[in-house]
């Protein structure tokens, strides 16, 4: 399979002054939408701003979410579309665009065969924070999601040829009559105009902006970030300056399990918890629903007042999450032949670990968590050596607010009204998430919004024909 590495971005002396589409982002939102528009017989060309392909998407660890799935009877669970919107609605607060929502949801399991048509296979099931099922779906080797899922995309941009160039940073979105009509970038230090009649903006979030941080939740700014260098919230910048209608900036997603000790933070991924780990403070008691929304545990712990908490879990947990393999070789995990050294390497009082333990077990066997009223991730006791932990606090994660568009993915000015070849899809779009994103729509919205975003610029160029 063709590797990030293996693929090589175009040469800059390549880049031609006109496209079909043109679209900013090399995440899986920007990488579904050019192969879409591909497959309609329009021509494409990714522009990303970094040496390096992927975005935020390669960071991903958990899955895709998704409702209804062959994949999902596969595993005899038996889902419904109105049951996945529900669950994410009330996740969200109730605060979620319903439209986008129903869309979202109503479109999943066909980003899933659109996938498995591109070679991407998606044939496992874990379960995230605020799901009362599982329907998030990952790769039968169990790999964390995100550079499985570039990785796939990637080869089939590379089997198409589809241009894609880096180090190229898009300046301005250009207008004629209110259309667009091009976008000016900036590469090698050279100023250079790219005629389209279409431009998709999947540029992510900004939970790299500090000063974006500030304005919109100054309260956050002090923490630190999951988020790539390059989620500045570029598309957002771009278009308002075109009169876009910008949505839930305030809403800003904190992740409760962020390993940040070190110099680099590392997401610790929903997967862990759905697979059976579970949080202790600095006792080694339980104190939380570990798989409510990732707000709800993120209040827990900073309740705790204890400059985070700690994930504990066993062999077998790890054996269903490929990524702890990582997270030990970056020396972000601690472990123990027996709960006693466990409790000793984290300082817990040894007979309080044991105890929760014990009462965890037991809450699995009987499969009713009195304490918490935890009723997901709950297949496996813990109780197979070697054991584990990693120390977790909470850091920004992703950014729910930004440009609002309608279903079709058209960009919206602030009457209202579409701005006419513009679309947007991923983060940098606000109002699907309300005011707090559920683990595994991310990946899910990247494409189900990305193939929609392709589908309608050639709808949107048909037109115009």
Same mark, same amino acid.
């Given at each position: ?35 879409? +528009? ?21 960071? +991903? ?33 109730? @605060? ?23 070679? /991407? ?24 999601? !995100? ?14 040829? /589809? ?18 009509? !091009? ?14 009649? +279409? ?29 790539? &260098? ?9 278009? =308002? ?50 798989? =409510?929304?990732? =707000? ?18 066993? &062999? ?7 990524? $702890? ?11 123990? &032949? ?15 670990? @044991? ?34 932990? $990693? ?26 009204? /579409? ?14 998430? !309300? ?31």
């Amino acid at each position: 399979m063709t590797t990030q590495a293996e693929f090589q971005p175009q040469s800059l002396k390549h880049l031609k002054d006109y496209y079909d589409v043109v679209i900013i982002g090399s995440g899986s939102s920007g990488l579904t939408s050019a192969l879409q +528009a591909y497959e309609l017989g329009i021509k494409p060309v990714i522009l990303e701003k970094m040496s390096s392909l992927g975005g935020n998407t390669k960071r +991903a660890s958990s899955g895709l979410n998704a409702a209804e799935t062959y994949v999902q009877l596969q595993h005899q669970v038996v889902d419904s579309y109105e049951e996945f919107y529900n669950d994410v609605y009330q996740g969200g607060g109730c @605060q979620n665009n319903p439209q986008l929502l129903h869309y979202f949801t109503e479109h999943s399991a066909l980003a899933i065969d659109w996938l498995s048509a591109q070679g /991407i296979f998606l044939e496992d099931l874990t379960i995230t924070g605020g799901m009362k099922v599982k329907r998030t779906h990952r790769p039968a080797s169990l790999a964390p999601i !995100g550079n499985y899922l570039i990785t796939g995309l990637l080869k089939r941009m590379a089997q198409f040829q /589809i241009p894609i160039f880096t180090n190229v940073t898009v300046t301005q979105l250009l207008q004629k009559q209110g259309q667009i009509k !091009g976008v000016k970038i900036l590469s090698n230090a050279q100023s250079q105009i790219i005629n389209t009649n +279409a431009v998709i903006l999947a540029t992510g979030g900004f939970g790299a902006n500090t000063e974006m941080i500030k304005k919109y939740c100054p309260n956050l700014a002090a923490l630190k970030t999951t988020n790539q &260098q390059g989620a500045q919230g570029d598309g957002i910048l771009l278009a =308002q300056k075109l009169g876009a209608q910008l949505v839930d900036m305030e809403q800003i997603q904190v992740h409760p399990t962020v390993q940040q000790d070190g110099k680099h933070p590392y997401l610790i991924g929903e997967a862990v918890r759905g697979e059976g780990a579970i949080l202790v403070d600095k006792q080694g008691r339980r104190f939380v629903n570990e798989l =409510q929304t990732r =707000q709800n545990v993120t209040t827990a712990i900073n309740n705790l007042q204890e400059n985070g908490a700690t994930l504990i879990f066993d &062999q077998n947990v790890r054996k269903r999450v490929p990524a $702890i393999e990582f997270y030990d070789q970056v020396g972000l995990v601690k472990s123990g &032949q027996n709960w006693a050294e466990l409790a000793a390497k984290n300082k817990f009082d040894n007979k309080t670990l @044991q105890e929760t333990v014990q009462r965890w077990n037991q809450a699995v066997l009987w499969q009713q968590d009195q304490q918490f009223g935890r009723q997901t991730g709950m297949e496996q006791p813990l109780n197979q050596a070697p054991y584990y932990s $990693i120390h977790v606090a909470p850091a920004i994660h992703y950014t729910m607010g930004g440009l609002a568009i309608n279903t079709k993915t058209q960009v919206l000015q602030t009457n209202g009204q /579409i701005i006419p070849g513009l679309f947007a899809a991923g983060e940098v779009t606000g109002g699907l998430h !309300g005011n707090n994103r559920i683990g595994g729509n991310s990946i899910a919205e990247t494409v189900v919004f990305g193939r929609q975003a392709g589908q309608q610029a050639f709808k949107y160029l048909q037109n115009l024909k």
